[in-house]
C-alpha cells in the first residue's frame, strides 16, 4: 500500500504558570472540530529557531505574556504514523505581562486556568488536545 509520510516543521508549547495555583491557557477555534479549545500556547517553529526561542515568541503573540523562567520538560512525535513533527514542551514561571495586543486572529481569549478546575475539566473529558493533555500530565496537573 501507499504511505502517506508528511514533513512538518518542528513546534514548540508551554505550560506557563502564573503561580502555583494558576496556568496561562488560550482559547481557540479549532475549524477540524469546528468548536473552540481550551489549550497551552503553542506554535510552529519559524526557519533558523530554536525550539526555545519560538516558545517565548509564541507566548508573546498569543497571550502578551513573558516567561522569565522557561524549563525545557519533554520532546515527542505526536503524529508518528503519517508525520515526523515533534513538539518540545516547556513549563514557564515568572509569568509577567509585557504586551497588551495578542494575535486575535488565532486566539479567541486568554486566560488564567485555575489547576482544580483543570482537574475537574480533564474528569469531564472537557480538554481535548493532545500536547496540553501530555503537558498537564507531565507537570502532574492532571493524572
Not at 6 to 17: G, K
Not at 99 to 104: G, H
Not at 106 to 135: C, N
Request: with cysteine.
Amino acid at each position: 500500500g501507499q504511505r502517506i509520510r508528511i514533513d512538518h516543521p518542528q513546534a514548540s508549547a508551554i505550560i506557563p504558570f502564573v503561580s502555583d495555583k494558576e496556568i496561562l491557557m488560550v482559547r481557540q477555534y479549532r475549524y477540524a472540530l469546528g468548536r473552540e479549545t481550551l489549550e497551552i500556547p503553542a506554535g510552529k517553529l519559524d526557519p533558523g529557531e530554536s525550539p526555545e526561542q519560538c516558545i517565548r515568541r509564541e507566548l508573546m503573540e498569543e497571550t502578551g505574556y513573558e516567561a522569565g523562567k522557561i524549563e525545557w520538560v519533554y520532546t515527542y512525535a505526536p503524529a508518528l504514523g503519517y508525520s515526523n513533527e515533534r513538539i518540545h514542551i516547556y513549563s514557564g514561571h515568572e509569568i509577567w505581562r509585557a504586551n497588551t495586543a495578542i494575535d486575535e486572529r488565532e486566539i479567541a481569549s486568554v486566560e488564567k486556568i485555575p489547576v482544580e478546575k483543570l482537574k475537574s475539566m480533564f474528569k469531564e473529558r472537557l480538554i481535548l488536545d493532545g500536547k496540553t493533555l501530555l503537558g498537564l500530565s507531565l507537570m502532574r496537573i492532571i493524572p
